[in-house]
């Protein structure tokens, strides 16, 4: 109850900072989510699969505050309390979400668990949907913001920079988080593994520079 309470409060924290982010930004900007639709997907699946998408998520956004705000020196310091408070609540949610997965992950035999394990393959899927369609439109507006003659081979590869930072901080980062990976693998038997490795192998070229040694991704 007091989980979803604050998830509350940080989506209207959020909107508020878009407002405010935006009232600076020049016209033009979209996000091409659809929360409604992002709803039912989620809602769609079974309690294991979504834990475990949550803990990813809780996951990348604790990595995304250590490695992009904590140490950002130019950052604005209102900025910088947001990320703060948010990481420490949802540091907080990650030890409950965790005893919750443990579980709900007891509760399913091999089927019911092969299953959970194909919506979390589509639920990450759907989230790189996501970010495909944000890396589009993002790069979009920073064209026509900074003035660029059209060039599709210039805007192809501006869409694919977008695409890879998005794809490193929104799947990678989570992914590679070894609290995440152990307590996931660890309630996987070895095919249900490699599913969830294969799905996620075409993203290794994303993997961040000091952890791209070769085969991160598949550790
Ligand atoms: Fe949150
Ligand atoms: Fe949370």
């Not at 949802?90 to 965790?98: A, F, K, N």
């Not at 900074?146 to 901080?169: C, S, V």
């Amino acid at each position: 109850m007091r989980m979803t309470d604050e998830e509350l409060r940080h989506q209207a924290l959020f909107r508020r900072l878009d407002a405010m982010m935006e009232a600076d930004m020049p016209p033009g900007h979209v996000m091409t989510a659809n929360p409604n639709a992002v709803a039912r997907v989620v809602l769609g699946c079974s309690s294991w699969a979504v834990l475990a998408l949550t803990l990813f998520v809780e996951r990348f956004s604790q990595v995304h505050y250590r490695a992009s705000v904590e140490p950002g020196e130019a950052i604005c310091p209102l900025w910088r309390d947001v990320f703060l408070f948010h990481w420490r609540e949802e540091s907080q949610h990650t030890i409950l979400d965790e005893m919750g997965f443990i579980r709900e992950d007891a509760r399913l035999d091999a089927p019911a668990r092969d299953a959970a394990v194909g919506e979390l393959i589509a639920l990450l899927g759907a989230l790189d949907g996501i970010v495909q369609g944000q890396a589009v439109a993002d790069a979009a507006y920073f064209c026509a913001i900074a003035g660029m003659p059209p060039d599709a081979l210039r805007r192809r590869r501006i869409e694919g920079l977008f695409l890879t930072a998005y794809r490193r901080r929104y799947l990678v980062s989570g992914f590679l988080a070894p609290r995440f990976r152990k307590l996931l693998f660890s309630r996987l038997d070895e095919a249900q593994a490699i599913r969830i490795r294969n799905a996620m192998a075409p993203l290794g070229y994303a993997v961040p520079r000091p952890l791209g040694a070769a085969g991160a991704m598949a550790a």
